[in-house]
């Protein structure tokens, strides 16, 4: 049966190729998507997350652990298992020879291997060159790097190279180097011994301990730090809470989101594609009923030449995927960048990723031709033997169960938006797209009624208008494209750009300063503050300067809250510094000059809205920010700049938390008139021990900055416009087949080629059009949600949703132009074959 | 070939090219665990017959003293502080082994002491493996554990306040200043109640003065010179306390043994282990025999009194071994003795009380709790070095 | 006055790369105004000599004039526009237009061929074939001699000069193959059109003026 059935497949070469062709697409898409957000996320980790495979906790303090704490743990007689890290901020590696290779940023974690060799085992694996040798590595400076890195720099084992530190110049050799093909955390990362890193930081204090603990452990060892003193000075955090990344889980989600809606739309391909094929082999399946073949044998016949078929083109969907992934991870890195030391773009394939997505391809075919199949083996062999009767197959009305499960859908998701979490959003995204969905056939017939009744005179228009009420699995499905792709585009291009507006004028508001000071950037590591002497000499600098109207040194520090790391800043907040915020909640109502001079006094802080959102604080709750330092929440303002969090607190508040932190920063205001490009120029202001930037180019480099985040999303949906337009082209290649004998009809009637072909693109038109105007309110109501809704869960700033109806206007309209553009491919095609 | 089975032929080719690329993928690399070991056996072992430069010898003219000469020596290359012990449960009569040493390398001659300990005692250039054993007769199981730390600061090493001798939270701790003993000892191989955890909480109490091994503490361990160490035991303590065993703990009492050994060079060119045995006899005396295999075999004998008083021991003893274990990958040890001596006269059966106590880690060597019987009774333990080599 | 004529027609299928003859050298005279009836066994070619004079397929070789238009030389457009005006067809399988009410289907064919069709021609067709109250129903809605008549009508709505019909009533029951048979030939008669009907209903060789076989590819009168 299976021999008969596929001889028969493969007489329709077309049917068979966009078969294959949609099922691919469609896995490629979901592969693509998956693998390079999976191996850019996990770059990302290995990136800015510390090496802490198999660690659950970290031992974290604001000046780093005393190695004291360290040895306590390490005798105590409890059971924990801790190791100790000291890690250095990212360095320039610069080799020693003639300098010419290009700086590279590292991130270099020193360790006490025996340690790391009795709990965590695995760091060793994957050595492909070097010696392990303990005492070389205590006693001198040594270094391992990853074969990337290596390859890179041009060094080999034994090669002695500079390391740039705060500390200064290093010297230090070459003595393993890591395969990190299998381990793409170590990509950029430099291991030394944990004595020899410390030597490099010149500090005592390690910058955490990572530990292993079950729960009972962590509440003893919670415990424990109380018995002997630790508590208020080291914070035990889990480790799956804190390692945030700024592009999170919202936006993998929805990149995910996308991938999977361009599988349902490769489904519907298959779906169209099956069905015909199905209808074509009616007479072979009657014939073969006939000759005693069950319908559960024609059934099980069917699936398995799909499950080859499927196989097939999943195989090649993730060929085609990895490909796109390639393209597409640079975009994603690029994204991240943005924001990090610039994690390795590599791509990330197991075995299990390719299980997955075979069993996605597959699944998801087997899936689609499930209901031709069982449609087909409920006919009796009679009926299989009886011609394909066209009809007029009028609208039913939707089902009871469809209705009962669009109700309970969106009752689950009223209920679950209780919780306002972004599963309950995205449940009501979900029911109000299948609300659509099953509004096209009843918008349709609609429309169909209202032009028949306009063009009652006119049987040829009055064709294309009812045609389209026929054979709706192929009308339904190419509607049903094109609304997810609209829809989508629309509801993606209207968070983006509402999003961008908010950000934009946001950043323009708080670029009130004329120039933007900090620490230069330079190779020999760069410090993170403006030591005294610089100090000095800036503000000398701009005190000496009549065109300097006022200035403002900015203080920042890391605090944990709620175990949560917060930033926290501090200023003396001049007026010219504090116009710019706008405050959304505040303890008093007092107007903002009252509230500033209260944050100046010490009397409270004011955090960022994310910061707020996340943990659920208002103004007036109490905020306890170190021993004996509690303080009331005075204001809560909008900032878009890091959904972590952020708060203002008082010098004085500042001072007793962390007593002597240089300042990172300083913020200039000019008199009016006062042409900031040109001041920096006149001497004494560079410096290269500070540098300047300009208020407008930072706002330049914020707008390429968010760009550059969404390049992904754009990528995406081009591929899913193509995807969409290959899917109504498959469902209108589809109905021509389907039709294929009533265009003998139309010939024998007398209608020309042309009269044919228009009767098709009048058809797909009125079907674009009726599906795009569904598409024009989905779309603006899922902008709405994602734009107020889902960024305020995932993030926690609000952000108001703009319309805009030229981007409504401009997505119906080119969903018209691929309709048609399908319709003119399904004609030619069609009307050639 | 019939239809269908021609169609299970490609089905089956299919599922297969399926699970290959699978196969494929899940490959991981192989790992190089074993470099890690490979290189800190090397490290420990490395004071074999090379003698560097820079390492502090052993001196016959040296006098050693304490409590100063209980801490390490850290200008030594190797130094080791192993105790040793035969217990009882007190409720059931069942016999318990028990090994804790602490082994200290120095990992560079010319570092020794170049790291003043208040710049980076990370960099103190120590390295200290720990080895816990406990034989359980009664269940015929032996366990060891091996784990290793640097010096750092505080992870491991020797304090004289209090007078202490650890490895993170294995710790041998004197509850008086100025005396090592009496001492209390915890050491527990794995933290928690893991099921095979063992350990052992134990307090000890001299029941006779330190004894000077050798000359007054310097063994020569060979004609020629140049691997001779400093060496003293406290041969007789009497032990309270509790093992762990099997999830439990089990009060046990009996007898313990002390040795504290430090060397920059442990054997000569020509020699390749050692067979060591501290007897307890039944009348109050203790005898040490060191035997090097060499050529000639270097034999060291001490024995003390009932009141630990050195007693002369004249002539070379014999030692016939009646009786061998192998391991399961081919090493043979010898596991049942006849000591001969003339004077004093002593006629001794050493059995060991398990044929597995073979210690199988970074180093190799048997090491296990022993019964005498013949001429006189007693207990102790028989120490079996080198024996890997010959295999 | 001929109408059709056809010289030398001949037509073959590929198969399996070998070309199987359908027609050799058929000979065909079509007068204005006969009804001529087409015999032969099943897949003998009477459709494929019908689909050759409607110009819906070329033949292989010789040619076919409708009045003064060689077909095998008509463009697309021509043929088109035959089909339109002067020339109309009946299939077995009724071939209505699915979408279109009764009289729309009509009004197709009307609006094809250009001409005007009023409701009251609308209606006297539609009376004349018994399918007055069905104008406004869907082909799906009508039994199969119903449809057949809506077929017919369709054909004869624009008042052709030839109507090709391939066994019209081969899906029909006896009695309903009658009544509709009876309906056609007298409104071809009425329109003084020219049938040639493909039939293997002998019963109906009273009514028409010649009978021809179609035999193995030859094509003799009867």
Same mark, same amino acid.
């Given at each position: 049966?299976?021999?008969?059935?596929?001889?028969?497949?493969?007489?329709?070469?077309?049917?068979?190729?966009?078969?294959?062709?949609?099922?691919?697409?469609?896995?490629?898409?979901?592969?693509?998507?998956?693998?390079?957000?999976?191996?850019?996320?996990?770059?990302?980790?290995?990136?800015?997350?510390?090496?802490?495979?198999?660690?659950?906790?970290?031992?974290?303090?604001?000046?780093?652990?005393?190695?004291?704490?360290?040895?306590?743990?390490?005798?105590?007689?409890?059971?924990?298992?801790?190791?100790?890290?000291?890690?250095?901020?990212?360095?320039?590696?610069?080799?020693?020879?003639?300098?010419? !290779? /290009?700086?590279?940023?590292?991130?270099?974690?020193?360790?006490?291997?025996?340690?790391?060799?009795?709990?965590?085992?695995?760091?060793?694996?994957?050595?492909?060159?070097?010696?392990?040798?303990?005492?070389?590595?205590?006693?001198?400076?040594?270094?391992?790097?990853?074969?990337?890195?290596?390859?890179?720099?041009?060094?080999?084992?034994?090669? !002695?190279?500079?390391?740039?530190?705060?500390?200064?110049?290093?010297?230090?050799?070459?003595?393993?180097?890591?395969?990190?093909?299998?381990?793409?955390?170590?990509?950029?990362?430099?291991?030394?011994?944990?004595?020899?890193?410390?030597?490099?930081?010149?500090?005592?204090?390690?910058?955490?301990?990572?530990?292993?603990?079950?729960?009972?452990?962590?509440?003893?060892?919670?415990?424990?730090?109380?018995?002997?003193?630790?508590?208020?000075?080291?914070?035990?955090?889990?480790?799956?809470?804190?390692?945030?990344?700024?592009?999170?889980?919202?936006?993998?989600?929805?990149?995910?989101?996308?991938?999977?809606?361009?599988?349902?739309?490769?489904?519907?391909?298959?779906?169209?594609?099956?069905?015909?094929?199905?209808?074509?082999?009616?007479?072979?399946?009657?014939?073969?009923?006939?000759?005693?073949?069950?319908?559960?044998?024609?059934?099980?016949?069917?699936?398995?030449?799909?499950?080859?078929?499927?196989?097939?083109?999943?195989?090649?969907?993730?060929?085609?995927?990895?490909?796109?992934?390639?393209?597409?991870?640079?975009?994603?890195?690029?994204?991240?960048?943005?924001?990090?030391?610039?994690?390795?773009?590599?791509?990330?394939?197991?075995?299990?990723?390719?299980?997955?997505?075979?069993?996605?391809?597959?699944?998801?075919?087997?899936?689609?031709?499930?209901?031709?199949?069982?449609?087909?083996?409920?006919?009796?062999?009679?009926?299989?033997?009886? /011609?394909?009767?066209?009809?007029?197959?009028?609208?039913?009305?939707?089902?009871?169960?469809?209705?009962?499960?669009?109700?309970?859908?969106?009752?689950?998701?009223?209920?679950?938006?209780?919780?306002?979490?972004?599963?309950?959003?995205?449940?009501?995204?979900?029911?109000?797209?299948?609300?659509?969905?099953?509004?096209?056939? /009843?918008?349709?017939?609609?429309?169909?009624?209202?032009?028949?009744?306009?063009?009652?005179?006119?049987?040829?228009?009055?064709?294309?208008?009812?045609?389209?009420?026929?054979?709706?699995?192929?009308?339904?499905?190419?509607?049903?494209?094109?609304?997810?792709?609209?829809?989508?585009?629309?509801?993606?291009?209207?968070?983006? !750009?509402?999003?961008?507006?908010?950000?934009?004028?946001?950043?323009?508001?708080?670029?009130?300063?004329?120039?933007?000071?900090?620490?230069?950037?330079?190779?020999?590591?760069?410090?993170?503050?403006?030591?005294?002497?610089?100090?000095?000499?800036?503000?000398?600098?701009?005190?000496?300067?009549?065109?300097?109207?006022?200035?403002?040194?900015?203080?920042?520090?890391?605090?944990?809250?709620?175990?949560?790391?917060?930033?926290?800043?501090?200023?003396?907040?001049?007026?010219?510094?504090?116009?710019?915020?706008?405050?959304?909640?505040?303890?008093?109502?007092?107007?903002?000059?009252?509230?500033?001079?209260?944050?100046?006094?010490?009397?409270?802080?004011?955090?960022?809205?994310?910061?707020?959102?996340?943990?659920?604080?208002?103004?007036?709750?109490?905020?306890?920010?170190?021993?004996?330092?509690?303080?009331?929440?005075?204001?809560?303002?909008?900032?878009?700049?890091?959904?972590?969090?952020?708060?203002?607190?008082?010098?004085?508040?500042?001072?007793?938390?962390?007593?002597?932190?240089?300042?990172?920063?300083?913020?200039?205001?000019?008199?009016?008139?006062?042409?900031?490009?040109?001041?920096?120029?006149? /001497?004494?202001?560079?410096?290269?021990?500070?540098?300047?930037?300009?208020?407008?180019?930072?706002?330049?480099?914020?707008?390429?900055?968010?760009?550059?985040?969404?390049?992904?999303?754009?990528?995406?949906?081009?591929?899913?416009?193509?995807?969409?337009?290959?899917?109504?082209?498959?469902?209108?290649?589809?109905?021509?087949?389907?039709?294929?004998?009533?265009?003998?009809?139309?010939?024998?009637?007398?209608?020309?080629?042309?009269?044919?072909?228009?009767?098709?693109?009048?058809?797909?038109?009125?079907?674009?059009?009726?599906?795009?105007?569904?598409?024009?309110?989905?779309?603006?109501?899922?902008?709405?949600?994602?734009?107020?809704?889902?960024?305020?869960?995932?993030?926690?700033?609000?952000?108001?949703?703009?319309?805009?109806?030229?981007?409504?206007?401009?997505?119906?309209?080119?969903?018209?132009?691929?309709?048609?553009?399908?319709?003119?491919?399904?004609?030619?095609?069609?009307?050639? !074959? | 070939?019939?239809?269908?089975?021609?169609?299970?032929?490609?089905?089956?080719?299919?599922?297969?090219?399926?699970?290959?690329?699978?196969?494929?993928?899940?490959?991981?690399?192989?790992?190089?665990?074993?470099?890690?070991?490979?290189?800190?056996?090397?490290?420990?072992?490395?004071?074999?017959?090379?003698?560097?430069?820079?390492?502090?010898?052993?001196?016959?003219?040296?006098?050693?003293?304490?409590?100063?000469?209980?801490?390490?020596?850290?200008?030594?290359?190797?130094?080791?502080?192993?105790?040793?012990?035969?217990?009882?449960?007190?409720?059931?009569?069942?016999?318990?082994?028990?090994?804790?040493?602490?082994?200290?390398?120095?990992?560079?001659?010319?570092?020794?002491?170049?790291?003043?300990?208040?710049?980076?005692?990370?960099?103190?250039?120590?390295?200290?493996?720990?080895?816990?054993?406990?034989?359980?007769?009664?269940?015929?199981?032996?366990?060891?554990?091996?784990?290793?730390?640097?010096?750092?600061?505080?992870?491991?090493?020797?304090?004289?306040?209090?007078?202490?001798?650890?490895?993170?939270?294995?710790?041998?701790?004197?509850?008086?200043?100025?005396?090592?003993?009496?001492?209390?000892?915890?050491?527990?191989?794995?933290?928690?109640?893991?099921?095979?955890?063992?350990?052992?909480?134990?307090?000890?109490?001299?029941?006779?003065?330190?004894?000077?091994?050798?000359?007054?503490?310097?063994?020569?361990?060979?004609?020629?010179?140049?691997?001779?160490?400093?060496?003293?035991?406290?041969?007789?303590?009497?032990?309270?306390?509790?093992?762990?065993?099997?999830?439990?703990?089990?009060?046990?009492?009996?007898?313990?043994?002390?040795?504290?050994?430090?060397?920059?060079?442990?054997?000569?060119?020509?020699?390749?282990?050692?067979?060591?045995?501290?007897?307890?006899?039944?009348?109050?005396?203790?005898?040490?025999?060191?035997?090097?295999?060499?050529?000639?075999?270097?034999?060291?004998?001490?024995?003390?009194?009932?009141?630990?008083?050195?007693?002369?021991?004249?002539?070379?003893?014999?030692?016939?071994?009646?009786?061998?274990?192998?391991?399961?990958?081919?090493?043979?040890?010898?596991?049942?003795?006849?000591?001969?001596?003339?004077?004093?006269?002593?006629?001794?059966?050493?059995?060991?009380?398990?044929?597995?106590?073979?210690?199988?880690?970074?180093?190799?060597?048997?090491?296990?709790?022993?019964?005498?019987?013949?001429?006189?009774?007693?207990?102790?333990?028989?120490?079996?070095?080198?024996?890997?080599?010959?295999? | 006055?001929?109408?059709?004529?056809?010289?030398?027609?001949?037509?073959?299928?590929?198969?399996?790369?070998?070309?199987?003859?359908?027609?050799?050298?058929?000979?065909?005279?079509?007068?204005?105004?006969?009804?001529?009836?087409?015999?032969?066994?099943?897949?003998?070619?009477?459709?494929?000599?019908?689909?050759?004079?409607?110009?819906?397929?070329?033949?292989?070789?010789?040619?076919?004039?409708?009045?003064?238009?060689?077909?095998?030389?008509?463009?697309?457009?021509?043929?088109?526009?035959?089909?339109?005006?002067?020339?109309?067809?009946?299939?077995?399988?009724?071939?209505?237009?699915?979408?279109?009410?009764?009289?729309?289907?009509?009004?197709?064919?009307?609006?094809?061929?250009?001409?005007?069709?009023?409701?009251?021609?609308?209606?006297?067709?539609?009376?004349?074939?018994?399918?007055?109250?069905?104008?406004?129903?869907?082909?799906?809605?009508?039994?199969?001699?119903?449809?057949?008549?809506?077929?017919?009508?369709?054909?004869?709505?624009?008042?052709?000069?030839?109507?090709?019909?391939?066994?019209?009533?081969?899906?029909?029951?006896?009695?309903?193959?009658?009544?509709?048979?009876?309906?056609?030939?007298?409104?071809?008669?009425?329109?003084?059109?020219?049938?040639?009907?493909?039939?293997?209903?002998?019963?109906?060789?009273?009514?028409?003026?010649?009978?021809?076989?179609?035999?193995?590819?030859?094509?003799?009168?009867?």
């Amino acid at each position: 049966m299976l021999v008969a059935s596929v001889r028969s497949l493969l007489q329709q070469p077309l049917q068979l190729f966009l078969l294959l062709l949609g099922m691919a697409l469609g896995v490629a898409i979901v592969a693509a998507v998956q693998l390079s957000t999976a191996s850019a996320r996990h770059s990302y980790q290995a990136a800015i997350t510390q090496l802490d495979s198999g660690a659950t906790h970290q031992l974290r303090a604001l000046a780093g652990i005393p190695s004291q704490l360290y040895v306590q743990l390490q005798r105590a007689p409890q059971s924990w298992s801790v190791l100790p890290v000291v890690r250095l901020e990212p360095q320039f590696v610069v080799t020693s020879s003639q300098g010419d !290779s /290009p700086a590279l940023k590292l991130q270099l974690y020193g360790l006490d291997l025996l340690i790391e060799q009795r709990l965590r085992p695995g760091i060793f694996s994957g050595m492909v060159e070097g010696q392990l040798d303990w005492s070389v590595l205590m006693l001198q400076p040594s270094i391992w790097l990853s074969k990337q890195v290596a390859t890179k720099q041009g060094l080999t084992i034994g090669d !002695s190279f500079i390391l740039h530190t705060p500390s200064g110049c290093h010297s230090v050799t070459l003595v393993g180097i890591f395969d990190d093909s299998q381990r793409p955390e170590l990509a950029q990362r430099a291991l030394m011994d944990i004595g020899q890193a410390l030597m490099l930081k010149r500090e005592t204090q390690l910058s955490y301990l990572d530990m292993m603990l079950t729960e009972t452990q962590a509440e003893v060892l919670q415990s424990w730090l109380i018995e002997y003193g630790w508590a208020e000075r080291v914070n035990l955090v889990q480790l799956e809470q804190h390692n945030p990344q700024p592009l999170g889980d919202a936006f993998y989600f929805n990149l995910n989101a996308m991938a999977l809606l361009a599988l349902l739309m490769g489904s519907l391909v298959v779906y169209s594609v099956i069905a015909l094929s199905l209808q074509q082999r009616q007479p072979l399946f009657a014939t073969l009923r006939l000759a005693g073949v069950s319908a559960a044998g024609l059934i099980s016949g069917l699936l398995l030449e799909l499950l080859l078929l499927s196989s097939l083109a999943t195989l090649a969907g993730i060929a085609l995927g990895m490909m796109l992934a390639h393209g597409l991870m640079p975009l994603l890195v690029e994204s991240q960048a943005a924001f990090s030391v610039a994690p390795v773009a590599r791509l990330h394939l197991s075995g299990g990723d390719l299980l997955r997505l075979w069993l996605l391809g597959s699944g998801g075919a087997l899936l689609a031709a499930l209901w031709p199949c069982l449609q087909l083996a409920r006919c009796s062999p009679l009926q299989l033997q009886q /011609p394909v009767m066209d009809t007029l197959q009028p609208e039913r009305q939707v089902s009871r169960w469809r209705l009962m499960l669009v109700v309970m859908l969106l009752l689950a998701a009223g209920l679950l938006q209780q919780q306002q979490n972004l599963w309950a959003l995205y449940s009501v995204i979900a029911a109000l797209t299948l609300i659509c969905a099953l509004l096209l056939a /009843p918008l349709l017939r609609m429309l169909a009624l209202g032009l028949s009744q306009l063009l009652r005179r006119r049987p040829l228009a009055l064709m294309v208008v009812r045609d389209g009420l026929r054979q709706q699995h192929y009308s339904q499905g190419m509607m049903l494209v094109l609304l997810l792709s609209l829809s989508s585009s629309i509801a993606i291009s209207g968070m983006t !750009s509402s999003f961008h507006q908010a950000f934009h004028s946001w950043l323009q508001q708080r670029l009130d300063a004329a120039i933007y000071i900090s620490p230069a950037d330079n190779h020999s590591g760069g410090t993170r503050h403006l030591d005294d002497k610089t100090l000095q000499a800036l503000q000398a600098r701009l005190l000496s300067s009549p065109e300097v109207k006022a200035y403002d040194l900015r203080w920042r520090q890391s605090l944990w809250l709620q175990g949560r790391e917060v930033s926290l800043y501090s200023a003396n907040f001049p007026q010219a510094a504090t116009d710019s915020y706008q405050f959304i909640d505040q303890l008093a109502k007092v107007d903002s000059k009252t509230l500033w001079q209260q944050l100046r006094a010490g009397e409270g802080v004011m955090i960022s809205e994310p910061l707020a959102w996340h943990l659920k604080l208002k103004a007036g709750d109490q905020l306890q920010l170190g021993p004996a330092l509690s303080r009331p929440v005075l204001a809560i303002y909008s900032d878009y700049g890091s959904y972590q969090g952020r708060m203002l607190v008082g010098r004085s508040d500042f001072q007793r938390l962390f007593q002597a932190v240089p300042p990172y920063g300083v913020r200039v205001w000019l008199w009016p008139g006062v042409d900031a490009q040109s001041l920096i120029t006149e /001497p004494g202001w560079q410096d290269s021990r500070w540098q300047l930037r300009l208020a407008g180019l930072i706002l330049q480099r914020s707008d390429q900055l968010f760009e550059q985040t969404f390049l992904i999303t754009d990528a995406l949906q081009l591929l899913f416009l193509l995807v969409a337009l290959l899917a109504m082209g498959t469902n209108l290649l589809a109905l021509q087949h389907h039709r294929r004998t009533e265009s003998q009809r139309y010939r024998a009637l007398g209608m020309s080629p042309a009269l044919r072909r228009l009767i098709v693109l009048g058809q797909a038109l009125l079907l674009a059009f009726s599906a795009g105007l569904l598409s024009l309110i989905l779309g603006e109501l899922l902008a709405l949600l994602l734009t107020e809704q889902v960024q305020k869960v995932a993030f926690g700033w609000s952000i108001p949703w703009q319309y805009d109806g030229w981007r409504s206007l401009i997505a119906l309209l080119s969903g018209m132009v691929a309709a048609l553009l399908a319709a003119w491919l399904a004609a030619t095609v069609g009307g050639k !074959s | 070939m019939k239809p269908a089975l021609k169609k299970a032929q490609w089905l089956g080719l299919l599922v297969v090219m399926l699970l290959l690329l699978a196969l494929i993928f899940m490959a991981e690399p192989t790992a190089h665990t074993s470099q890690s070991s490979q290189s800190l056996h090397r490290l420990v072992n490395s004071t074999g017959s090379d003698t560097q430069p820079g390492w502090q010898q052993a001196s016959v003219d040296y006098q050693l003293q304490f409590p100063r000469d209980h801490l390490a020596h850290n200008r030594f290359a190797v130094e080791w502080w192993y105790l040793t012990a035969n217990l009882k449960a007190q409720q059931t009569g069942d016999h318990f082994g028990v090994q804790f040493t602490i082994f200290r390398r120095a990992l560079n001659a010319v570092q020794v002491g170049s790291v003043a300990p208040d710049q980076n005692p990370w960099l103190q250039p120590q390295l200290y493996m720990g080895h816990l054993a406990l034989t359980d007769t009664a269940n015929a199981q032996h366990y060891s554990v091996q784990r290793f730390s640097r010096q750092g600061p505080g992870l491991a090493g020797s304090a004289a306040q209090p007078l202490s001798i650890w490895l993170e939270d294995w710790r041998l701790q004197a509850n008086q200043p100025d005396q090592l003993f009496p001492a209390q000892l915890r050491a527990q191989a794995f933290r928690g109640q893991r099921p095979q955890s063992f350990g052992y909480q134990l307090q000890l109490t001299p029941l006779k003065p330190l004894l000077l091994q050798g000359e007054q503490g310097y063994s020569a361990k060979s004609e020629e010179g140049g691997n001779a160490s400093h060496y003293y035991s406290a041969t007789r303590l009497a032990v309270t306390g509790q093992v762990l065993r099997q999830g439990g703990w089990v009060d046990v009492q009996g007898l313990a043994w002390y040795d504290h050994e430090w060397t920059s060079t442990t054997l000569s060119k020509n020699q390749t282990g050692w067979d060591w045995f501290a007897l307890q006899l039944e009348d109050g005396r203790d005898l040490t025999v060191i035997r090097v295999r060499g050529q000639p075999d270097y034999w060291q004998l001490t024995m003390s009194d009932q009141q630990g008083r050195p007693l002369p021991v004249k002539g070379l003893p014999r030692l016939q071994v009646l009786g061998h274990w192998q391991s399961k990958d081919g090493v043979r040890y010898p596991a049942h003795w006849r000591l001969q001596l003339t004077a004093p006269e002593l006629d001794l059966e050493i059995r060991p009380r398990l044929a597995n106590q073979e210690m199988r880690h970074t180093v190799r060597y048997w090491e296990g709790a022993v019964t005498v019987s013949g001429s006189h009774r007693g207990q102790g333990y028989a120490e079996l070095t080198g024996y890997d080599a010959a295999r | 006055m001929t109408l059709l004529k056809a010289e030398q027609l001949s037509k073959g299928y590929h198969q399996h790369g070998v070309l199987q003859p359908v027609l050799s050298s058929i000979e065909l005279d079509l007068q204005q105004g006969e009804i001529v009836l087409l015999f032969g066994p099943s897949g003998e070619g009477k459709s494929t000599l019908l689909h050759l004079l409607a110009g819906l397929i070329r033949p292989d070789k010789g040619e076919i004039w409708f009045e003064n238009l060689a077909l095998s030389r008509a463009s697309e457009q021509q043929l088109c526009q035959l089909r339109r005006q002067r020339l109309a067809l009946v299939f077995q399988f009724f071939n209505l237009i699915p979408t279109l009410t009764v009289a729309e289907n009509l009004q197709l064919s009307a609006s094809l061929a250009q001409q005007q069709l009023n409701s009251h021609g609308l209606v006297k067709i539609l009376k004349q074939l018994g399918l007055a109250a069905k104008a406004a129903v869907f082909p799906q809605r009508l039994s199969g001699g119903e449809q057949q008549r809506v077929a017919i009508a369709r054909a004869l709505v624009t008042q052709p000069r030839l109507i090709l019909a391939d066994e019209p009533t081969g899906n029909l029951d006896r009695d309903n193959a009658e009544r509709v048979m009876t309906l056609f030939i007298e409104q071809v008669r009425k329109q003084n059109c020219t049938l040639l009907l493909a039939t293997h209903d002998p019963t109906l060789k009273g009514m028409a003026d010649r009978c021809l076989m179609l035999e193995q590819g030859v094509l003799y009168e009867r």
